[in-house]
């Protein structure tokens, strides 16, 4: 995603080894557990963090986009005269709003 939005590839490269960087141990009851080395995520409170879920919200948006011009996905209206809601994206949270049928409940997943 981030390719297609123009970022440069060495800048693109950077953003797993923050990811990477990090090292967690526990110590509980006086025993220590570790090291964690997570394989993905990225650090509660990561200042970056903001701005890779607006890539990615990017990304997902422009696929349901596709989608919905391929026919595979109907939005819903709230009110005569309203625009089609497709989707609404959140901090944590990504709603998707379709046909109850199951050929567009099997697209969404």
Do not use: W
């Amino acid at each position: 995603m981030m390719e297609k939005m123009g970022f440069d590839l060495h800048f693109i490269n950077l953003i797993p080894a923050t990811v990477k960087t990090v090292r967690y141990k526990i110590i509980h009851g006086g025993h220590e557990l570790g090291p964690i080395i997570p394989e993905r995520g990225i650090r509660q409170g990561d200042p970056l963090s903001p701005y890779l879920f607006l890539i990615c919200a990017e990304g997902f948006s422009s696929l349901i986009r596709k989608f919905e011009r391929d026919g595979k996905l109907k939005g819903c209206k709230v009110a005569n005269g309203a625009q089609v809601i497709s989707h609404m994206l959140f901090a944590n949270d990504s709603y998707v709003y379709c046909r109850a049928n199951e050929r567009e409940a099997l697209n969404v997943l």
